[in-house]
């Protein structure tokens, strides 16, 4: 990228007045920057992030791409695939015109209780940072910013507005800064985004952390943007590293931060300073005039097969008796079940969903890969709640005939204002998207479902009628507990419903008549569907174990809902809801050729884990996840994910933390002690431990050579052995510990890897280790103890049969 000519800001900045100056820097809407002609600066979009980019509207029409969940990148453990994955995005924002996209997420997994832990990679800093560094110079190799966030240690929701996080300065450093750092310094972001959260008494939007080590150490030139509304106090927030204020138009900087730098409480440099910083991210999007184009940019690939390819690198098989992969030619009848496989959850609830143009369920996956008479579904166990939007292809526009739903509004006196064909029931209109006037929605389909009785309403907030060939079944309102933050009317609405009788296609219209708005913005949002009720839970557990008992094998897709996992809130169990373990246990025992596949994208309790065949977790897959399930499970490709994060036998263990605050403060008490190294530390043994995975060939590590030094530090070359008789990944990792030492140190602690795809035989590969990897945080600056440190060489931390010595002289 050229740099940024600074001369040309410095003019640019010098002719506009301090009003001028201030309204650029908070946002003109939820997001975009406020355009300035004078000064030829266009509005810059601003788009979620992390794992597709919604662009600016939720609109079904103009669809996105759906990676598979962060955490599921995090399994990769490849920052190849992770730059190939900004890459994706990078060319998502170009098409929908996004100039900045909002991730990578770079929190870490310190709980697995966190409600957005299927957003951040890992529970480990050096994991996380380097895929976040591949993450963003993907991305920004397409001249899009990337923003890192949320800065930082915001690893749980609980009270997420007002958190104190009280952290010591080595486990700042060393995990939860050390964490966001390559991705500033060496792959050089563009923004970073300020987190809710306060640290050590600060909230982060003021906090002296924004200064050092952000903008000072680490040198960071980009933008500090905040997240939504996470600006509070005018001078504080001024005076810190914060510049930019987002969403706007109203915030808590301008006329008041106006008023301060008159009255001598902030220096108007100050503002200069900041609005230095967004003109210079202009510049690099493109969004000044007079600044050079940005250069060319790479070629986008084909997002769908991105999106697939991702999820089998990700996908971990976390226990196999040898039963995958199936060969599809001789492989009989699979019954497929659980409420995820046919409904499945492809990516995180909260900011970070997107509306793809089609997802693949592994049900559909599999029909497709099998053949639809070789697969036989039934739902076994509810997971969903609430009501789910209506399959697509059972719902026509009753004016056009099409597929889809008719959505049309009315002023108060029920005159039409606008009339709409949507493609899918999950319907979000913001702001200038809802015709001036507007009262009410009313949305229309005509439904083909099974013959029965159905739940049919709608998730909203508001007053939510619904008639069925003319017969009301339902009228109420439609309200929020109180409890939730912004952004609930969309994400966390609650469900209404009434009961349909059907045994043909009936025409419904649902009328909605919102009761608030979002941020001062007016908001229209409904989602209309169904719900599922099953009447005897046990019943419907025995049908699906009697159909795994008649056919020859059997697929159980188990996973959470978006009412247990979902962003603003922390999940209270592990637990899988409903009776999806009954589900599972009833399943094995009727056909011992039974296979999990975990659709979460977090850490969950699998108490049936050794009595079925195999176990693959797939995370929340992306738009392709159904695909990819097949693809592992027919052994077309390798599973080639590793565990980013310790996976709890019982959630009750010392080592699981908690993310729960007391009297407001969040206590980070185990220091550097966070994840596998906490396990190791209390001696305590999960279901699987951090950097497990499993493959469909066998190895061998047979020997390692650390050295020599450079000035990055250490290689270490790893001889190892593909044992068995196809191709296959292993990760090979690298972890010190380091017995007698003079300071506090975890146990073991990763310090390297080396990604090794490699057909049978005998290969090498080299494992670099930073000198970092020695260093401690000591007294405000970095330190290395001399001496020896021992190597752990293996396949997960706690499976490492080589073992090798490292010296280290003096100061590293
Ligand atoms: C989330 C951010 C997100 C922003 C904009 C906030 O509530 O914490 O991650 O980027 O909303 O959607």
Same mark, same amino acid.
């Given at each position: 990228?050229?740099?940024?000519?600074?001369?040309?800001?410095?003019?640019?900045?010098?002719?506009?007045?301090?009003?001028?100056?201030?309204?650029?820097?908070?946002?003109?809407?939820?997001?975009?920057?406020?355009?300035?002609?004078?000064?030829?600066?266009?509005?810059?979009?601003?788009?979620?992030?992390?794992?597709?980019?919604?662009?600016?509207?939720?609109?079904?029409?103009?669809?996105?791409?759906?990676?598979?969940?962060?955490?599921?990148?995090?399994?990769?453990?490849?920052?190849?695939?992770?730059?190939?994955?900004?890459?994706?995005?990078?060319?998502?924002?170009?098409?929908?015109?996004?100039?900045?996209?909002?991730?990578?997420?770079?929190?870490?997994?310190?709980?697995?209780?966190?409600?957005?832990?299927?957003?951040?990679?890992?529970?480990?800093?050096?994991?996380?940072?380097?895929?976040?560094?591949?993450?963003?110079?993907?991305?920004?190799?397409?001249?899009?910013?990337?923003?890192?966030?949320?800065?930082?240690?915001?690893?749980?929701?609980?009270?997420?507005?007002?958190?104190?996080?009280?952290?010591?300065?080595?486990?700042?450093?060393?995990?939860?800064?050390?964490?966001?750092?390559?991705?500033?310094?060496?792959?050089?972001?563009?923004?970073?985004?300020?987190?809710?959260?306060?640290?050590?008494?600060?909230?982060?939007?003021?906090?002296?952390?924004?200064?050092?080590?952000?903008?000072?150490?680490?040198?960071?030139?980009?933008?500090?943007?905040?997240?939504?509304?996470?600006?509070?106090?005018?001078?504080?927030?001024?005076?810190?590293?914060?510049?930019?204020?987002?969403?706007?138009?109203?915030?808590?900087?301008?006329?008041?931060?106006?008023?301060?730098?008159?009255?001598?409480?902030?220096?108007?440099?100050?503002?200069?300073?900041?609005?230095?910083?967004?003109?210079?991210?202009?510049?690099?999007?493109?969004?000044?005039?007079?600044?050079?184009?940005?250069?060319?940019?790479?070629?986008?690939?084909?997002?769908?097969?991105?999106?697939?390819?991702?999820?089998?690198?990700?996908?971990?098989?976390?226990?196999?008796?040898?039963?995958?992969?199936?060969?599809?030619?001789?492989?009989?009848?699979?019954?497929?079940?659980?409420?995820?496989?046919?409904?499945?959850?492809?990516?995180?609830?909260?900011?970070?969903?997107?509306?793809?143009?089609?997802?693949?369920?592994?049900?559909?996956?599999?029909?497709?890969?099998?053949?639809?008479?070789?697969?036989?579904?039934?739902?076994?166990?509810?997971?969903?709640?609430?009501?789910?939007?209506?399959?697509?292809?059972?719902?026509?526009?009753?004016?056009?005939?099409?597929?889809?739903?008719?959505?049309?509004?009315?002023?108060?006196?029920?005159?039409?204002?606008?009339?709409?064909?949507?493609?899918?029931?999950?319907?979000?209109?913001?702001?200038?998207?809802?015709?001036?006037?507007?009262?009410?929605?009313?949305?229309?389909?005509?439904?083909?479902?099974?013959?029965?009785?159905?739940?049919?309403?709608?998730?909203?907030?508001?007053?939510?009628?619904?008639?069925?060939?003319?017969?009301?079944?339902?009228?109420?309102?439609?309200?929020?507990?109180?409890?939730?933050?912004?952004?609930?009317?969309?994400?966390?609405?609650?469900?209404?419903?009434?009961?349909?009788?059907?045994?043909?296609?009936?025409?419904?219209?649902?009328?909605?008549?919102?009761?608030?708005?979002?941020?001062?913005?007016?908001?229209?949002?409904?989602?209309?569907?169904?719900?599922?009720?099953? /009447?005897? =839970?046990?019943?419907?557990?025995?049908?699906?174990? #009697?159909? +795994? !008992? %008649?056919?020859?094998?059997? $697929? *159980? &897709? @188990?996973?959470?809902?978006?009412?247990?996992?979902?962003?603003?809130?922390?999940?209270?169990?592990? /637990?899988? =809801?409903?009776?999806?373990?009954?589900?599972?246990? #009833?399943? +094995? !025992? %009727?056909?011992?050729?039974? $296979? *999990? &596949? @975990?659709?979460?994208?977090?850490?969950?309790?699998?108490?049936?884990?050794?009595?079925?065949?195999?176990?693959?977790?797939?995370?929340?897959?992306?738009?392709?996840?159904?695909? +990819?399930? %097949?693809?592992?499970?027919?052994?077309?490709?390798?599973?080639?994910?590793?565990?980013?994060?310790?996976?709890?036998?019982?959630?009750?263990?010392?080592?699981?933390?908690?993310?729960?605050?007391?009297?407001?403060?969040?206590?980070?008490?185990?220091?550097?002690?966070?994840?596998?190294?906490?396990?190791?530390?209390?001696?305590?043994?999960?279901?699987?431990?951090?950097?497990?995975?499993?493959?469909?060939?066998?190895?061998?590590?047979?020997?390692?050579?650390?050295?020599?030094?450079?000035?990055?530090?250490?290689?270490?070359?790893?001889?190892?052995?593909?044992?068995?008789?196809?191709?296959?990944?292993?990760?090979?990792?690298?972890?010190?510990?380091?017995?007698?030492?003079?300071?506090?140190?975890?146990?073991?602690?990763?310090?390297?890897?080396?990604?090794?795809?490699?057909?049978?035989?005998?290969?090498?590969?080299?494992?670099?280790?930073?000198?970092?990897?020695?260093?401690?945080?000591?007294?405000?600056?970095?330190?290395?103890?001399?001496?020896?440190?021992?190597?752990?060489?293996?396949?997960?931390?706690?499976?490492?049969?080589?073992?090798?010595?490292?010296?280290?002289?003096?100061?590293?």
């Amino acid at each position: 990228m050229p740099s940024v000519d600074e001369d040309l800001l410095t003019t640019l900045i010098a002719r506009l007045d301090l009003e001028a100056k201030v309204r650029l820097l908070t946002g003109a809407d939820f997001w975009s920057t406020p355009a300035e002609p004078a000064i030829g600066l266009r509005r810059m979009v601003l788009s979620d992030g992390p794992s597709g980019v919604r662009g600016e509207s939720f609109d079904e029409r103009s669809p996105s791409l759906s990676l598979p969940s962060s955490t599921a990148l995090g399994a990769t453990w490849d920052p190849d695939l992770a730059r190939r994955y900004g890459s994706a995005l990078g060319a998502e924002a170009r098409r929908q015109h996004a100039d900045v996209v909002l991730g990578p997420t770079i929190n870490l997994h310190r709980t697995p209780f966190g409600g957005r832990h299927f957003e951040a990679l890992s529970e480990d800093p050096l994991l996380t940072g380097e895929l976040a560094a591949a993450y963003v110079e993907g991305l920004q190799a397409h001249g899009v910013a990337a923003t890192p966030k949320h800065y930082v240690a915001n690893d749980a929701e609980s009270e997420r507005f007002t958190v104190d996080n009280a952290v010591d300065e080595r486990a700042l450093h060393e995990l939860y800064l050390a964490a966001f750092e390559p991705a500033v310094t060496r792959a050089g972001a563009w923004a970073v985004m300020s987190a809710y959260n306060a640290v050590n008494g600060a909230t982060m939007s003021e906090n002296p952390l924004l200064a050092e080590p952000l903008t000072g150490e680490w040198g960071f030139d980009g933008l500090v943007m905040s997240d939504w509304g996470a600006v509070r106090a005018t001078v504080a927030s001024a005076r810190a590293e914060q510049h930019l204020v987002m969403p706007g138009p109203v915030g808590s900087w301008g006329e008041r931060l106006v008023a301060a730098v008159r009255d001598g409480e902030v220096e108007e440099s100050v503002v200069d300073g900041k609005l230095r910083r967004l003109l210079r991210l202009a510049a690099r999007v493109g969004a000044l005039e007079v600044a050079p184009t940005p250069p060319a940019v790479p070629a986008a690939e084909d997002g769908a097969a991105v999106a697939r390819g991702l999820a089998v690198a990700g996908s971990v098989l976390l226990r196999n008796t040898g039963e995958l992969p199936w060969d599809a030619s001789s492989l009989g009848t699979v019954a497929v079940l659980g409420h995820n496989a046919a409904l499945a959850r492809t990516q995180g609830g909260g900011s970070a969903t997107v509306r793809p143009a089609a997802v693949v369920a592994p049900l559909d996956g599999l029909r497709a890969a099998l053949g639809e008479d070789r697969v036989r579904y039934r739902l076994g166990a509810q997971v969903a709640e609430g009501v789910q939007p209506f399959d697509p292809a059972t719902v026509t526009d009753p004016v056009t005939g099409e597929p889809g739903l008719r959505a049309v509004f009315r002023a108060a006196d029920g005159s039409a204002l606008r009339s709409e064909h949507r493609l899918g029931a999950s319907l979000i209109w913001m702001g200038a998207e809802i015709p001036d006037g507007a009262e009410t929605v009313e949305v229309s389909a005509r439904w083909a479902p099974e013959p029965g009785t159905h739940r049919v309403g709608a998730a909203a907030v508001g007053h939510v009628t619904v008639h069925a060939d003319g017969t009301a079944v339902l009228d109420t309102e439609a309200v929020l507990t109180g409890d939730e933050g912004p952004g609930a009317a969309i994400f966390e609405a609650p469900s209404v419903t009434g009961e349909v009788g059907t045994d043909g296609p009936v025409d419904l219209v649902f009328r909605f008549r919102p009761s608030g708005g979002e941020a001062g913005m007016a908001l229209f949002a409904l989602t209309v569907g169904t719900e599922t009720v099953v /009447a005897d =839970p046990q019943a419907e557990v025995a049908a699906a174990a #009697a159909l +795994a !008992a %008649a056919c020859d094998v059997a $697929v *159980v &897709v @188990v996973g959470t809902s978006d009412r247990i996992e979902s962003e603003g809130f922390d999940r209270t169990s592990l /637990a899988l =809801p409903g009776h999806q373990d009954a589900l599972v246990r #009833a399943v +094995a !025992a %009727a056909n011992p050729r039974t $296979v *999990v &596949v @975990v659709n979460s994208g977090a850490p969950v309790l699998l108490p049936w884990r050794d009595e079925v065949a195999a176990v693959l977790l797939g995370w929340f897959g992306g738009e392709r996840f159904g695909d +990819a399930v %097949a693809d592992v499970l027919l052994g077309h490709a390798e599973p080639g994910g590793r565990l980013p994060t310790t996976w709890p036998a019982t959630g009750e263990e010392r080592s699981v933390l908690s993310g729960r605050p007391t009297g407001g403060v969040l206590r980070y008490d185990e220091g550097v002690h966070v994840g596998h190294r906490n396990w190791l530390r209390h001696g305590e043994t999960p279901a699987y431990p951090f950097g497990h995975g499993l493959g469909y060939t066998t190895w061998t590590l047979d020997h390692a050579v650390a050295g020599p030094w450079s000035a990055d530090g250490v290689a270490v070359t790893v001889t190892l052995t593909n044992t068995g008789d196809r191709a296959g990944r292993q990760v090979v990792q690298a972890y010190l510990s380091r017995p007698g030492s003079d300071v506090e140190r975890p146990a073991r602690w990763l310090v390297g890897w080396a990604v090794v795809d490699a057909a049978p035989g005998t290969t090498t590969a080299t494992v670099a280790v930073s000198r970092r990897a020695f260093r401690h945080r000591a007294g405000g600056t970095w330190a290395t103890e001399p001496g020896t440190y021992d190597l752990h060489l293996g396949f997960s931390v706690s499976d490492t049969p080589l073992h090798a010595t490292v010296e280290v002289v003096g100061e590293g």
